[in-house]
């Protein structure tokens, strides 16, 4: 994160006896990223963080298959399925939509609360696309909600305690996932050129204390899951000052960028991921000179796919596809994609777009999980001509 923040109880000194009222020493927890040498928060313990008395390796079968034939893809994340939807939770009920080398793209509707889970291969970025949670972390909790992103950094404890009707994307890196450089200054604080800033940003704000023995956390590491059972449960964690922490970001505090004539995609991004970006499409006032064309260009990625999440509005582009809010289009690299048959006509003379999404773009092809499988629309890729082999 891009600025320091302190919450609960500190010594004036880092690495300095901290005791706790009973006269023993707070254990320090020191988390750090690229070898210490970067961002980090300095975590103070009732028990040792390091004391685990068993560890089970978990099945973890997450296959995927190239996007072959390549084509457009449309897929209804409205129409998926859980064996048993009342016992549904934010981690091991996510399903598989997409993934690469750098990044698994997931979705879930969660009915109850998560086990306890971190992530050790990198950086998680979670979109609330209906409902409300609490997510507890070794930091603190955070209450989100609909259109809330929440970056949660690598190794931090975390679980999802879902309230009404929670539907969220969850995106798992191999690194770290934060603002843009371009929007930061060389000391990290939000430039005056930023969509948002340190403004529109939430994070704990006091600690949360839970006692337990023998508890189990789930870890996703890069050879698989292990259940690690530890001696006592990791939040216990009485104060923390740092740079690395969780935090939340809503997508309606994104203030669009506009123009006279149509903006490309990077002046929607909100966050940069290891060979990703995402991007966020918001409500905003469009393209205001008198011959404008307000909706995209017909246009090809030739270094990325592009993944988009509709979750609110009308997107005017994809009238006449099939796609409505809780869809999901992948336009790999190699295809030419662009406004649906007569978009573009319609769209002129408009000077608002009610319209939100999430994008995805990835510098690597985007395969198919179980997930996307299970709930694809085969029809979009011929939508553009009204033929093809699945139309009708």
């Known amino acids: 994160m891009p600025y320091y923040r302190s919450v609960g109880e500190i010594p004036r000194k880092r690495h300095t006896q901290f005791r706790a009222p009973d006269g023993s020493l707070y254990a320090e927890e020191l988390m750090g990223v690229e070898g210490f040498s970067s961002d980090s928060a300095l975590l103070y313990h009732r028990h040792l963080p390091t004391a685990i008395v068993d560890a089970v390796q978990v099945p973890d079968e997450r296959a995927t298959t190239p996007n072959l034939p390549l084509k457009p893809r449309h897929f209804r994340s409205q129409d998926l399925k859980w064996d048993s939807a009342a016992e549904v939770d934010a981690v091991t009920g996510r399903r598989l939509l997409f993934g690469n080398a750098d990044v698994k793209i997931c979705f879930v509707a969660a009915t109850q609360a998560s086990p306890l889970y971190r992530n050790a ?32 950094p690598t190794s931090c404890t975390y679980r999802v305690v879902p309230g009404d009707d929670l539907r969220m994307l969850a995106l798992e890196a191999t690194g770290h996932i934060g603002p843009p450089k371009r929007y930061l200054s ?78 490309p995609p990077p002046v929607h991004q909100t966050f940069e991921g290891p060979n990703f970006v995402v991007c966020s499409f918001c409500p905003r006032k469009v393209d205001y000179h008198p011959l404008s064309v307000p909706v995209p260009y017909n246009h090809a990625n030739v270094d990325s796919d592009e993944l988009m999440f509709y979750v609110g509005g009308n997107y005017e582009a994809r009238k006449g596809s099939g796609i409505g809010l809780g869809s999901l289009s992948l336009h790999p690299s190699g295809c030419t994609h662009g406004p649906q048959p007569g978009a573009v006509e319609a769209s002129l003379g408009a000077d608002y777009f009610d319209e939100t999404a999430v994008m995805v773009d990835t510098f690597r092809p985007l395969e198919l999980g179980e997930g996307a499988e299970a709930c694809e629309d085969p029809r979009y890729a011929w939508s553009w001509s009204k033929r093809g082999p699945d139309w009708s």
């Open 121 to 152: 291969a990198g950086d998680e970025l979670l979109y609330v696309q209906t409902g409300t949670a609490v997510i507890e972390t070794i930091y603190g909790a955070l209450t989100v909600g609909d259109g809330d992103y929440v970056v949660i």
């Open 186 to 263: 060389a000391k990290g604080q939000f430039l005056e050129h930023s969509p948002y800033c340190e403004r529109d940003l939430r994070g704990p704000t006091e600690p949360l204390l839970v006692d337990g023995e023998d508890v189990d956390v789930f870890v996703r590491h890069r050879a698989g899951v292990t259940r690690f059972t530890y001696a006592h449960h990791p939040f216990d964690v009485v104060g923390w000052d740092g740079a690395l922490y969780p935090w939340v970001f809503n997508i309606r505090d994104f203030e669009p960028i506009t123009g006279r004539l149509h903006q």
